[in-house]
């Protein structure tokens, strides 16, 4: 429907339209991903650009360049990885976690869903993943009062990623954390699974406008242990170009109206 049709619904045609968009997301909800464990794919050599090891507690940042792939490679079982996207042409448009949500009907990425911005366009694709549990909902650490300022945390290290590229507290929204297992009990209380997600677990994003990225390499705040196990790796590579076909572009109405504002944006 246009924008003057939807002017013109009734309430019962607003809440018909509603419930029709909810039983279309169900029924899409096996497109995207599943639990079962994937392993990262190999990648050729020819197609790296980069590889960065991410030490434990430290964040990385780094311009990414639309169609170039990332992969974010949780090499020793940290719980929880943070990321934050920008437009790298317009900082001012960033990661919306609440379009993410709201238009894909989930608060739970995986593979085939896309990372919004706020201005409707998708900044990120994820293509696949090993089937791990991400949340979108919790956030990250700060340092608790009385802790050293030299204690890591996801909000410091994101800020300072974000320092890197000349952007500050005000740029910074609330993001996607990938690698964390975070699952609700019958009452709808958040909860920790330690299982859901393991050393090797892998996300690949691939960037469909210019980015600026962030990652902190800092465990989710529901998790047991505030201390990183180890280093990740963030590797750029060239992947798959985007298909007419491709599953993260036709999978739901949304998202193809989402590209289609992506497209017209990089076509100036």
Same mark, same amino acid.
């Given at each position: 429907m246009n924008g003057a049709s939807l002017d013109s619904l009734t !309430?019962?045609? @607003?809440?018909? *339209? @509603?419930?029709?968009?909810? *039983?279309?997301?169900?029924?899409?909800?096996p497109l995207f991903g599943g639990t079962e464990r994937?392993?990262? &794919?190999?990648? &050729?050599?020819?197609? $790296?650009?980069? *590889?960065?090891? $991410?030490? /434990?507690?430290? @964040?990385?940042? /780094?311009? %990414?360049?639309?169609?170039? =792939?990332?992969? $974010?490679l949780n090499t020793s079982g =940290? &719980?929880?990885?943070? /990321?934050?996207?920008?437009? /790298?042409?317009? &900082?001012?448009?960033? @990661?919306?976690?609440?379009?993410?949500?709201? $238009?894909?009907?989930? %608060?739970? !990425?995986?593979?085939?869903? %896309?990372?919004?911005?706020?201005?409707?366009r998708v900044l990120a694709s994820l293509v696949a993943d090993s089937g791990c549990t991400h949340d979108t909902l919790l956030g990250g650490t700060i340092r608790d009062p009385g802790e050293a300022e030299s204690a890591r945390n996801t909000r410091d290290n994101l800020l300072l990623a974000a320092g890197k590229h000349g952007l500050g507290k005000r740029d910074l929204a609330p993001f996607v954390t990938f690698f964390a297992g975070v699952d609700t009990d019958s009452s709808g209380r958040f909860l920790w699974a330690n299982a859901a997600c393991a050393a090797g677990d892998f996300v690949d994003l691939r960037a469909e406008m210019d980015l600026i990225v962030a990652l902190s390499n800092t465990p989710h705040p529901l998790a047991q242990t505030r201390v990183a196990l180890g280093p990740i790796d963030a590797i750029l590579w060239d992947g798959p170009a985007l298909a007419p076909d491709d599953p993260c572009r036709t999978a739901t109405v949304e998202a193809r109206r989402a590209f289609e504002n992506t497209d017209a944006l990089v076509r100036g």
């Open positions: !309430p019962a045609q @607003y809440r018909e *339209r @509603y419930d029709a968009l909810v *039983r279309d997301a169900r029924a899409n909800a994937r392993t990262a &794919p190999s990648i &050729p050599a020819e197609a $790296i650009r980069s *590889r960065d090891a $991410i030490p /434990a507690g430290w @964040y990385w940042s /780094a311009r %990414v360049a639309r169609g170039t =792939t990332l992969r $974010i =940290t &719980p929880g990885i943070a /990321a934050f996207f920008w437009s /790298a042409h317009d &900082p001012s448009e960033r @990661y919306c976690l609440g379009d993410t949500v709201k $238009i894909q009907w989930s %608060v739970r !990425p995986s593979a085939g869903r %896309v990372l919004l911005s706020d201005m409707g």
